[in-house]
């Protein structure tokens, strides 16, 4: 009977689950009017991600990387810093993924060709679509109301959801690099803090996490843009 | 430490506190008319009357920015107020809830008699200082009526700050806090060879281990005992939701696991004031109504220890 009153993982979480999911309503109820505005920005993003023109894949890079920015700036810095005190840590690294989601994006020799509806860019952009728009109804299947729901750009867990999805379609080889490390550890610390709290939402991330790895690791690694030309054949 | 029963209102109590205690303390105001009078045990450092039931804020008060929690947490205070409650028990370490804690005080008004217990916590002997300080701005209290060292972390040089505060008159009380049993060793010997008006330890009816020396020896020396986690972290009261509560809890009024959990703790001679935190008015009700009904002797504690022990 003992053996549960020893050392728990939750003996060093600061705050409820009640507090943690209340975070969501509170920026929703702060961004207020603007929340479709943010909803359709999110949107944007799966069109960008197919275009061919440089104009467009720069501004839905431009749009990512802001998504890092209010998220950090949102989530981390008004509203969950103070309930744990570890989130500010967290912001200067949400900043450098804005800056180099920039890099791949304004960089060409960073993104792959545009053969996008492979196995890899289709898992990308299925992972994309649901950062965007299933996400926020997970709360609604747990029976939390929608106004603490996650959207792309305000929360970091369906930010970096898009990112992971982003990434899938458009960096090089090279580039994944510069953008999964930072969102998988951010949503590897987010997933075990929600196993953490107890919430059933906590099997979402670690699906999407093996999703990511597993098809990295099953696809074939497709040349990248610069090597793109046909092999030289005597 | 023998029980200041609730036979004196709670105006005498305050009255008897404050003199005691140098007329330190608040202004009297609406809280003592309305709070019932409440079990009370003296502080031996100083004899003032103690209420055994106290109000912990780890987690439960850790709430942010947020409005409609910030006020339920207000209303946890009131709730406690109104039911004769007067230590709250804080710390740097818990995120928010010393903001939470400033915020309720300042919507009840100057008169709460609260008994303000806060920690200095810090690896970093120079910053203990104004770690107190932003502690004291966060609740706005002018100075706190009890500061521990937490968790033991760097006791040596905050024990030496908190003893000079004292005696500038900057804080009442003093004293350490663990939760470790591990560590009870080294808290005996902080025991032993330091002046300390308070300890604070985990104690509950499976966590009996302050039982063996820390208590004794608190008694011993005349320090008086704050005993936190008295459901561990709720762990005990889901462990025995839906199990029946026996029969003979009504010899001592227990009508629910919760207070069978906390007057087992707050009937140990050496338990100055059990300290239980929670988010809910009822709740706070509850564990209040454990400091103003009959408690266990101690056959019947050992009784209610191996009912638990065997469910
Ligand atoms: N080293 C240290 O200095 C140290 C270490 C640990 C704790 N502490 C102090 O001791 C305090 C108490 O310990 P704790 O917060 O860890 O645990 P605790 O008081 O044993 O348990 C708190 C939990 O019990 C529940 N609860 C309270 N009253 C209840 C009732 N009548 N019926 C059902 N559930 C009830 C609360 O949930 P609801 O919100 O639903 O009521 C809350 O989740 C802390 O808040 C802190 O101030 C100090």
Redesign the pocket.
Known sequence: MDTWLSYHLSDFMLFSERVYWRLFDQINSLVGAFLPAVIALGCLLLVGVWSRHRAVQIATALLLAAFWISSACLFLWLHYAPVNWAARYAVPFFLLEAGLILLVGINPQLNRPLTRWDARGSVGFVMLVYAVIAHPFTSLMFGRPLGSAEFVGLAPDATALATLGYALMVASNKALWLLLPISVIALALSGLTLYTLGTPEAWVIPIALLVTLATLFSTKPLADATNTAPPARP | MTDITPTLTRRHLLQQSLALAGASMLPLGGWADVAPAVRSRAIPSSGEAMPIVGL?????FNVGNDTTLLNESAAVMAAFFEAGGRMI???PM?GSSQNTLGFGLNKLGESTPVFSAD?VWTSNANNGASQIETSEQRWGVPRFDLL?V??LVNWESHLRLLRRMKAAGEVRYIGI???ESRRHAEFENVMHGQPLDFI?V?Y?ILNRDSENRILPLAMDKGIAVIA???????RL?HHLEGKPLPPWAQEFDAT?W?QFLLKYVISHPAITCA??????VD?VR??MACAAGPLPDATQRERMAAYVRDL
């Open positions: 912990g804020t780890w987690i439960t028990d804080s710390s818990y920690k521990q937490h968790n806090t663990t939760s604070q985990s509950n936190n986690r008295p459901f561990q972290q709720r009261i629910s919760s300290i239980p935190a929670t988010t809910r709740h509850e564990n």
